[in-house]
């Protein structure tokens, strides 16, 4: 099957559902397709640059803050397993053999599962309502701190991790799809570097935290592991509960922002990546169509190189030393990942490119694993340690953000992402699996896995670049017969072919 699905003979779009419509006249077409409530407000404004970015400085102040602290108290929720393994949690439950690698893996088989379908919801429950009631009355501290605090043996232990892969599942899907609704496509990983720069930092202060924590170990009889669970839980679920009063659902529902400023973000979505506005409304044709789109497969294949690494360090990074010092040292690894995050985000959203950065991330994360699979001292391994944190997160927003650039329509951008997501996210299920206590301290197995991981990302990385420009290439050249084609198709059929429409073009 050829990939070049831009200029779609008549044929084609008939074996679609597409019904073709001539069109004799400009005049012949409907004057206006409404567009996110956009005729319910006046006409955008004529914005100057500096005024284009006053405003979505304002909605990044609306919005930013409060997703990447909800994200980052569900990052801390999800990666402090490691820093409880320090504190006790193996000898007290009796983990012994590869039962946590199993409570590992229990997390992540329902986590996987449940992120489409939430997706799938998320406009219908309202973004305002459905991910802070995620964040907060699901994983509850009835859910998160009691289940996981006060577990007593192995059972319970995985019990809890599965409600917790349940609750957490729709949270980070949610929350980039909900961004597309807002941001143009070329302003978008910022947007993502700065809310997944939560969980980076969340990977730094969980050490400190959990160090901090560990002193309370022995009140009320419980470890340090317990209360490390525990208290990091009640957070969580105050912050879903601050985050019903912050949230907003959609541009024009956005009551902080004049209607005119309303209007001028809906219009800026509407003619982002569409000659006539996205589809807005489900189709079950929506999901056939993602399914059989060649481009999601190279960019899970992608993802999943990404991902799994990234996993994987996190759930194994405190090592070396004593409990306090490790978890010390999980520190700055951290910090050099969040800022060298931000570098390569704006970069990123300023050229419009997103493979030079994903590409570099697998090579820094390469380097990284290549010199931590090595017999060589601890010194060194530290200094690996930077570059495979420094790459995985880093490389993480563009990845996210290249596939959503790419898909147009509400629901299949959003169900494209969680597709990726989700089934990306299995590597992480590997990644669960292959540090095993026996392996330390050089981990030759896991080690082993991730640059095999890392590898499927540096061939199918350039590929898949190398598709998206050929096909714009082919777009180019076929401009004129496009602008025909154009011609003669309504815009509603221009807005059912999405980003197969002959002008639409792909992010690089």
């Known amino acids: 099957m050829s990939t070049e699905e831009g200029a ?17 006249a400009e005049s012949a077409r409907p004057p206006f397709f409404s567009y996110g409530g956009e005729d319910r407000l006046p006409p955008p404004p004529q914005l100057s640059p500096t005024e284009e970015k006053a405003l979505y400085r304002k909605i990044d ?10 994200y980052l108290c569900s990052f801390l929720d999800r990666g402090n397993i490691g820093n409880a393994k320090l504190q006790g949690l193996v000898s007290q439950l009796h983990l ?5 690698n199993i409570a590992l893996t229990m997390y992540f088989v329902p986590y996987c599962l449940f992120e489409c379908p939430s997706n799938l919801v998320l406009k219908k429950f309202r973004p305002s309502r459905w991910l802070p009631g995620i964040t907060a009355s699901i994983r509850s501290e009835t859910l998160h701190g009691t289940l996981m605090g006060l577990v007593k043996n192995f059972p319970q232990f995985v019990g809890a991790r599965i409600c917790l892969g349940v609750a957490e599942a729709g949270l980070f899907p949610g ?3 909900y961004l597309t609704i807002w941001y143009p496509r070329h302003m978008i990983q910022l947007r993502i570097g700065i809310f997944f720069g939560g969980a980076t930092l969340a990977g730094a202060f969980s050490g400190l935290i959990a160090y901090a924590i560990s002193f309370m170990s022995g009140t009320c009889g419980l470890l ?3 209360w490390i669970f525990i208290l990091e839980g009640i957070l969580t679920v105050l912050v879903g509960i601050i985050s019903l009063f912050i949230l907003v659902d959609f541009p ?8 005119e400023e309303r209007a001028y973000v809906i219009y800026r979505k509407k003619y982002d990546n569409s000659s006539v506005g996205e589809e807005e409304n489900f189709e079950m044709r929506h999901i056939r169509e993602i399914l059989l789109d060649w481009q999601l497969w190279p960019q899970i294949l992608i993802y999943m190189a990404t991902i799994s690494p990234l996993y994987g360090i996190s759930l194994f990074l405190p090592f070396g030393f004593d409990a306090a010092i490790s978890q010390l040292l999980t520190v700055p690894p951290y910090v050099f990942a969040t800022s060298l995050l931000l570098v390569w985000a704006i970069w990123s959203d300023r050229i419009k490119r997103r493979f030079p950065f994903v590409f570099a991330g697998h090579v820094l994360t390469l380097i990284g694993f290549s010199i931590n699979i090595s017999a060589v001292s601890i010194g060194p391994k530290y200094f690996g340690i930077f570059l495979i944190v420094g790459g995985t997160y880093a490389g993480f927003p563009g990845v996210v953000a290249w596939l959503g650039n790419n898909l147009t329509g509400h629901y299949q951008r959003g169900v494209g992402m969680a597709l990726q997501i989700s089934v990306g996210n299995f590597g992480a299920i590997v990644s669960s699996n292959v540090y095993l206590a026996q392996d330390a301290p050089r981990y030759i197995l896991g080690h082993g896995i991730e640059l095999m991981f890392v590898a499927i990302g540096l061939i199918v990385t350039p590929i898949t670049m190398f598709l998206y420009k050929r096909i714009n290439a082919q ?14 198709y309504t815009p509603e059929e221009i807005r059912r072919l999405g980003h197969r429409a002959p002008d639409f073009r792909y992010t690089l």
């Open 8 to 24: 779609l003979p008549r044929e084609s779009l008939e074996k679609r559902g597409i019904e073709p419509t001539v069109v004799a």
């Open 224 to 226: 340090g592991w317990s």
């Open 175 to 177: 929350v980039v799809y």
């Open 96 to 100: 012994d053999g590869n039962k946590y």
């Open 252 to 259: 024009h529902t956005a009551t902080f922002l004049t209607p």
């Open 475 to 488: 777009r180019d050249a076929r401009q004129e017969e496009a602008d025909e084609k154009v011609a003669h």
């Open 61 to 70: 102040m609306r919005l930013i803050p409060i997703l990447t602290l909800m």
